[in-house]
Nanobody, 128 residues
Framework: QVQLVESGGGLVQPGGSLGHSCEAS????????IGWFRQAPGKEREGVSC????????TYADSVKGRFTISSDNAKNTVYLQMNSLRPEGSAVYFC?????????????????????WGQGTQVTVSS
């Protein structure tokens, strides 16, 4: 059974930085994709970024391009999301999600429907 354990998040002032990590276990094949999604109170879930372990390709929502960076350590089955220049509208619960097997290019950042495994979510609050 695939399990995803998230860490990170917290409270930060506008313009600040935070990092998340998502450690995956239970994959039966080495190729997978992991995505980050977020959901603010009263709003729909929004795709943030995805990465493919097979080729390292990434996708990002336009709203976070240039500010967020997704990366992976395949040896540790861990994916990271570095968030810089955070804005108040970035306050949400952030979830990582995984799909395996996955080959080739990373999924579109907003393709939550392809992911079958989800982490518990971590709160990010951007406020002064």
């Amino acid at each position: 059974q695939v399990q995803l354990v998230e860490s990170g998040g917290g409270l930060v002032q506008p313009g600040g930085s935070l990092g998340h990590s998502c450690e995956a276990s239970g994959f039966t094949v080495r190729y997978y994709a992991i995505g980050w999604f977020r959901q603010a109170p009263g709003k729909e879930r929004e795709g943030v970024s995805c990465i493919s372990s097979s080729d390292g390709s990434t996708t990002y929502a336009d709203s976070v391009k240039g500010r967020f960076t997704i990366s992976s350590d395949n040896a540790k089955n861990t994916v990271y999301l570095q968030m810089n220049s955070l804005r108040p509208e970035g306050s949400a619960v952030y979830f990582c999600a995984a799909v395996s097997p996955w080959f080739g290019r990373a999924p579109d950042h907003n393709s939550a429907n392809v992911f079958g495994f989800w982490g518990q979510g971590t709160q990010v609050t951007v406020s002064s």
